[in-house]
């Protein structure tokens, strides 16, 4: 039974430490992360928006856009060319999280329940 416990723990191990920033994979935004977005000289398309259920967000002038799943690079890029396309030339977009996912830990554990992402956190 415990050897089925360990097992169990390092293979979700593994899942969580490719999802993590850090890693080798690109982090990929998920249901409940929060996005800053930030457009340079554009103090009202700078946001924090959180991402719903269904990996989509409001934003500003561009309504409902699907981000879960990309990286932030990705969203960057989307929203950089969403944005020059019909409303500002040349706009300087960045995107950064401004609070991770809750990821949670079950099993046979001192503390089972949901924690917040920290930067430089490990499975040990």
């Known amino acids: 039974m415990l050897i089925h416990v360990v097992l ?5 191990a593994g899942v969580a430490v490719a999802e993590m920033p850090g890693s080798h994979e690109a982090y990929r ?3 409940n992360d929060v996005l800053r977005i930030i457009v340079f000289g554009e103090d009202d398309l700078t946001v924090e928006r959180k991402v719903e259920g ?4 409001e934003y500003p002038l561009l ?19 969403q944005l020059a396309a019909d409303y500002v030339q040349r706009p300087q977009v960045s995107v950064s999280i ?3 996912r809750n990821f949670y ?4 554990v001192k503390t089972p ?5 920290e930067e ?3 499975v040990q």
């Not at 830990?105 to 046979?108: I, Y």
């Open 98 to 100: 401004a609070r991770h």
């Open 8 to 12: 169990a723990l390092l293979v979700t």
């Open 120 to 122: 430089g956190l490990s």
């Open 54 to 57: 269904d990996g989509k967000i």
């Open 29 to 31: 935004v998920g249901p």
């Open 113 to 117: 329940g949901g924690y917040a992402y």
């Open 63 to 81: 309504g409902t856009i699907r981000v879960g799943g990309r990286t932030i690079e990705e969203i960057q890029a989307l929203l950089t060319a």
């Open 105 to 108: 830990v079950g099993g046979e």
